[in-house]
């Protein structure tokens, strides 16, 4: 038997009901088909992976902001301290000035007093 019947729809190709193709033919329809199946399923799998590496790309991206907002609000942070330590600092050296001003008043006072009480016992 020389011949393989295949039988197609005619409604989907055109064709007639019972079509007899040689073995070549049958052959060469079928590797067509399978090397369209595998290209299929290639690009099935290559799909697969492309909406895995989106979905991966997209919570690294959120992964990122997250992260920029964090530090964006750390920052925030380090400048809203570093104004409070300015700040601190200035009141610090107005009041070691103070201190220093009260210190020469009390040693004037001091050495005023002292003076005072030497020239009474002096005869």
């Keep these: 038997m020389e011949g393989v019947l295949l039988s197609f729809s005619s409604e989907w190709t055109g064709f007639c009901l019972d ?3 040689t ?5 060469d329809l079928l590797l067509l088909f399978s090397v369209y199946y595998l290209v299929f399923i290639i690009y ?3 799909s697969i992976i ?3 590496l989106s979905i991966v790309y997209y919570l690294l991206s959120i992964i990122y902001y997250l992260l920029s ?6 920052s925030i942070i380090y400048y809203l301290l570093s104004i409070i330590y300015y700040l601190l600092s200035i009141i610090y050296y107005l009041l ?6 009260l210190s020469l008043l009390f040693y004037s006072y001091f ?9 009474m016992t002096s005869p």
Excluded: D, G, H
Aim: with cysteine; charged share 15%; glycine share 0%.
């Design 19 to 21: 079509c007899i193709y």
């Design 23 to 27: 073995l070549e033919e049958t052959r």
């Design 44 to 46: 099935c799998l290559l």
């Design 50 to 52: 492309y909406y895995l």
């Design 69 to 74: 907002i964090i530090y964006y609000l750390l």
């Design 96 to 101: 070691s000035i103070i201190y220093y001003l």
């Design 111 to 119: 050495i005023k007093a002292s003076k005072r009480q030497f020239s």
